[in-house]
T-cell receptor, first 112, second 111 residues
Framework: EAGVVQSPRYKIIEKKQPVAFWCNPISGHNTLYWYRQNLGQGPELLIR????????DSQLPKDRFSAERLKGVDSTLKIQPAELGDSAVYLC??????????FGPGTRLTVL | GQQLNQSPQSMFIQEGEDVSMNCTSS?????WLWYKQDPGEGPVLLIALYKAGELTSNGRLTAQFGITRKDSFLNISASIPSDVGIYFCAGQTFYGNKLVFGAGTILRVKS
């Protein structure tokens, strides 16, 4: 069974530029999560989707961050414009009906 | 917000030794999970605990869900070099079905 796929794996941009991350969850998993992981910390939830619906986006900085999950499968997380403090690893995870979440390898974002 | 206090922050042990790490919180959680993260990879689920007091093993790993629902520990017996990595505890909240992660325990094994 293929795991959660994320791309790109690494991204370096200058501040104020836009950036987008893509995630393909495990086949059949209806719940998709985006996390941000700062250096030396555990992942922190940004947004959770149940199928196409964003059911928890309370931690998403909506002034610059946006996400979508069209057709309830793949998802895209966007930052526009990026700030220096956005440098982090962005993790995507998916789950079926239980709390057991399976994570992708993450996208390491560096904002210069 | 809810926070998990994970300790120790890091450990440097001899191969073959047993390892113990724990997570505590002032909040109660519905489920506890333990993940391991290797450099450049996402966290991988090791053990999930669903009932207060539950003791679960997975190979050389043993974890327990504290009876008060506010803590959990993870033990690794007879450590080997591939145990190196960062171990995270995570608690599932009762409301909102959210996972809250600890800051991680960095494990280094000396062979």
């Amino acid at each position: 069974e293929a795991g959660v796929v994320q791309s790109p794996r690494y991204k370096i941009i200058e501040k104020k530029q836009p950036v987008a991350f893509w995630c393909n969850p495990i086949s059949g998993h209806n719940t998709l999560y985006w996390y941000r992981q700062n250096l030396g910390q555990g992942p922190e939830l940004l947004i959770r989707y149940e199928n196409e619906e964003a059911v928890d986006d309370s931690q998403l900085p909506k002034d610059r961050f946006s996400a979508e999950r069209l057709k309830g499968v793949d998802s895209t997380l966007k930052i526009q414009p990026a700030e220096l403090g956005d440098s982090a690893v962005y993790l995507c995870a998916s789950s079926l009906v239980t709390i057991e979440q399976f994570f992708g390898p993450g996208t390491r974002l560096t904002v210069l | 917000g809810q926070q998990l206090n994970q300790s120790p922050q890091s450990m440097f042990i001899q191969e073959g030794e047993d390892v113990s790490m724990n997570c505590t919180s002032s909040s109660i959680f519905n489920t506890w999970l333990w993940y391991k993260q290797d450099p450049g990879e996402g966290p991988v689920l090791l053990i999930a605990l669903y009932k207060a007091g539950e003791l679960t093993s997975n190979g050389r790993l043993t974890a327990q869900f504290g009876i008060t629902r506010k803590d959990s520990f993870l033990n690794i017996s007879a450590s080997i070099p591939s145990d190196v990595g960062i171990y995270f505890c995570a608690g599932q909240t009762f409301y909102g079905n959210k996972l809250v992660f600890g800051a991680g325990t960095i494990l280094r094994v000396k062979s």
